[in-house]
């Protein structure tokens, strides 16, 4: 059964909008962190934004006054609004989630920002 199940991706015009979103299965149960990766063509996988359970965000600092991360506790889903889109920022994005004992990812999404 897939457990985190991503939508929101697509190909947008530089300087525009996507808003990803990312549930999780109830199967998962005391979520502490979740958050966006991305991963270009020959790149690491790096963090793009997380939040805890208590609302407590992280940026990086690629994305810091563009993207913004949201979760809501009682539907289990994580949400990326991205606003002014670069062609920089094409990349897969995955979901992520973890409790204490370990961590889960989502399929990945495709965002691609043409110029």
């Known amino acids: 059964q897939v457990q985190l199940v991503e939508s929101g991706g697509g190909l947008v015009q530089a300087g525009g909008s996507l808003r990803l979103s990312c549930a999780t299965s109830?199967?998962?149960?005391?979520?502490?962190?979740m958050g966006w990766y991305q991963q270009a063509p020959g790149k690491q996988r790096e963090l793009v934004a997380d939040?805890?359970?208590?609302?407590?965000?992280s940026y990086a600092d690629s994305v810091k006054g563009r993207f913004t991360i949201s979760r809501d506790n009682a539907k289990n889903t994580v949400y990326l609004q991205m606003n002014s889109l670069k062609p920089e920022d094409t990349a897969v994005y995955y979901c992520?989630?973890?409790?204490?004992?370990?961590?889960?990812w989502g399929q990945g999404t495709q965002v691609t920002v043409s110029s």
């Open positions: 939040i805890t359970s208590g609302g407590t965000t």
């Open positions: 109830a199967s998962i149960f005391r979520i502490t962190t």
């Open positions: 992520n989630a973890r409790n204490a004992l370990r961590a889960w």
